[in-house]
């Protein structure tokens, strides 16, 4: 069964920058497109970045661009989302997923809590 496992949340300053990692199994990693997304209470789920199976192309909402940054390495079946100069507005549940995006279950993701 897919599984996927975020971590690397925690509590930032307005300005500081975390680190989150999804660990993947469950799946060949490798061929496969990934995606984050975050939920902030009484929020729509929202996209935050994707990038292709095999890393070389991503893109990354309006709202993120220039701060963060998706990457992936294929031998460790990771994810990661590099966060920084953090606003009020990052505070959210991020996810991580696999394509094809509409189907399969969620996990319990990693809060990200950004104080201003």
């Known amino acids: 069964q897919v599984q996927l496992v975020e971590s690397g949340g925690g509590l930032v300053q307005a300005g500081g920058s975390l680190r989150l990692s999804c660990a993947a199994s469950?799946?060949?990693?490798?061929?496969?497109?990934m995606a984050w997304y975050r939920q902030a209470p009484g929020k729509e789920r929202e996209f935050v970045a994707d990038?292709?199976?095999?890393?070389?192309?991503?893109t990354h909402a309006d709202s993120v661009k220039g701060r963060f940054t998706i990457s992936r390495d294929n031998a460790k079946n990771t994810v990661y989302l590099q966060m920084n100069s953090l606003k009020p507005e990052d505070t959210a549940i991020y996810y991580c997923?696999?394509?094809?995006?509409?189907?399969?279950?969620w996990g319990q993701g990693t809060q990200v809590t950004v104080s201003s």
């Open positions: 997923r696999k394509a094809p995006y509409a189907l399969g279950v």
């Open positions: 990038i292709t199976w095999s890393g070389g192309q991503s």
């Open positions: 469950g799946f060949t990693f490798s061929r496969y497109d």
